[in-house]
């Protein structure tokens, strides 16, 4: 899914992260996250809060219903985002 070029597309302004949550540094990572399984995929402010969680496999079409959510809550809470093709968007994307 995260190979889909209409993900990429959408993804090219985030910061993904992968986290190994079978490792203590990652471990602790996914608790402070709120993790309950694996795969996850967070999508968190350069600060870290995190604005969308889900967890399990998608296809690539809830995905993208999944990152429109991010976009909208990030955009309401970020002053001067603008829409989500901007280069202002400063969202950062972690998957485990």
């Known amino acids: 899914m995260l190979n889909d070029p209409s993900v990429l597309k959408r993804l090219a302004q985030l910061v993904p992260v ?3 949550v079978d490792k203590p540094a990652g471990s602790a ?3 402070q996250l709120g993790l309950k399984g694996v ?3 967070v999508f968190a402010k ?3 809060e995190v604005v ?3 967890t399990g496999g998608v296809s690539v ?3 993208l219903v999944h990152l429109d959510s991010a976009e909208a809550v990030f ?3 970020t ?3 603008g829409d989500p093709g901007s280069d202002s968007s400063g969202e950062a994307a972690a998957g485990g």
Request: glycine share 12%.
């Open 18 to 20: 992968k986290i190994n």
């Open 29 to 31: 990572l996914g608790r």
């Open 39 to 41: 795969p996850a995929i």
């Open 46 to 48: 350069p600060s870290g």
């Open 52 to 54: 969308h969680l889900f």
């Open 61 to 63: 079409e809830d995905f």
């Open 75 to 77: 955009r309401a809470q």
């Open 79 to 81: 002053p001067g985002t």
